[in-house]
């Protein structure tokens, strides 16, 4: 008999993780009444489950008491492939990028039906955009979601397509126009965006490929595309191509 | 009733933390029977755990079907204070550390009654050494190791120092020296170790303070601290301060 194990109906599993969810980079570390309060566990619960996890070495408890993320989270973590190992292989190419072209540098790839940004770097006078690294935005209004969602499957092309909801004026909802830009994406290896997601910003973005298969994208945001897209165009795909070489040799 | 969520008496937290356990940077792609056989877990119970993280995005499936560790535990693995933030605060200083003497430079915390190495540098000239990133070594027998043992609370000093394997000819193993050499170390701001680890590789480190608080220990290894063991006490100084500075100005 387990008859704390599945309370309402939560399997256990879910609960584990909605205790791992509820720290966020502005709330790393939490009281157990907030571990609570922001799961809807019971404190009794949320105490058996946190001290599991603790004795583990998931959690940590910091010296106010106070719960955190443990090393053996991090070292973890550190083993997702498309998360540590691309970000350290792409970051010196993306500051080349950056030095040479003084844009804001992107590298995403799809999350489900989200692009998730891996890392970026913002310039100084390159213009205000909603990006964030460890954020997600909407494949069909970013340069970078362009070109994942060109390579996506079709299942996830149809799910996205389903749903094109208006960011900016300019943001493509027309399912039959974003079809066509993702054909050309495929295409000519570039996808590009013009104030479709925050306004006074364009992208442009390219495919990374491991072997074959797309894994990333590499973008940069700009104040205008219409004198600069060949060049940038250029300068993302040999970029792009340094990285998926660097991926390789890394395995 | 919940008949499959107590088999053999594990709690379905400690099945789901060795299904994470599971992958190592050596194996960070397993099959579900790699997984089964790797958690002494059935394969339907694997199967059913190792879904439902992949719903959540801790886990994801590869082209093969492989299962990998997902972007979601990477972006909360990388909110563990101890880990992500702490190394690049202080990997810009241990690459200055390295370029000014040329000696293998390593970044470690105290993970129970062990080392825990958040980062290292090897130099090419420097002794072959039995650390490694994300690898753990016994307190009693590392230069960094002793710094976080002689700041380490009453408990923990008890729980190490009645247990000290001998590593090599020259590990200190004895209690009462051992005592001596931490009581030093706290004094003198700095603990060494001769061959106590690894032969032909001696070590000198210091702690890293953010405020009052020994976070962490930075030490170097080198072949012999006979003759340069002022000047590399003095570099470790100012890097440490310098580390221990920057984690307080990013909380």
Request: aromatic share 6%; glycine share 0%.
């Given at each position: 008999m387990a008859p704390a194990q599945r309370t309402s109906g939560r399997s256990v599993t879910s609960k584990v993780v909605a205790l791992l969810d509820a720290f966020t980079p502005t709330e790393p570390v939490l009281s157990l009444n907030e571990l609570a309060a922001a799961t809807g566990l019971t404190t009794s619960t949320a105490h058996r489950l946190a001290n599991e996890l603790v004795e583990w070495g998931g959690l940590e408890r910091g010296e106010n008491g106070g719960y955190r993320i443990g090393l053996r989270m991090w070292e973890i973590g550190a083993l997702a492939p498309r998360g540590e190992n691309l970000r350290a292989v792409a970051l010196p190419v993306m500051q080349d990028l950056y030095e040479a072209t003084q844009a804001s540098v992107h590298l995403a790839v799809r999350d489900g039906t989200e692009a998730f940004y891996i890392e970026k770097i913002h310039g100084p006078r390159a213009p205000r955009v909603r990006s964030r690294r460890g954020g997600r935005l909407p494949l069909h209004a970013t340069g970078v979601g362009k070109v994942l969602l060109a390579h996506a499957p079709p299942e996830v092309q149809a799910a996205v397509l389903a749903d094109l909801p208006r960011?900016?004026?300019?943001?493509?909802?027309?399912p039959g126009l974003l079809r066509r830009q993702l054909a050309r994406a495929v295409r000519d290896g570039y996808a590009t965006t013009t104030?479709?997601?925050?306004?006074g910003a364009c992208s442009v973005a390219v495919p990374v490929r491991s072997g074959p298969r797309v894994v990333a994208a590499l973008g940069i945001v700009v104040p205008?595309?219409?004198?600069d897209r060949p060049r940038l165009v250029a300068a993302l795909q040999v970029s792009a191509r340094g990285v998926g070489r660097r991926l390789g040799a890394t395995g």
């Open positions: 960011i900016t004026a300019y943001t493509v909802t027309q104030e479709e997601m925050s306004l205008s595309l219409r004198k």
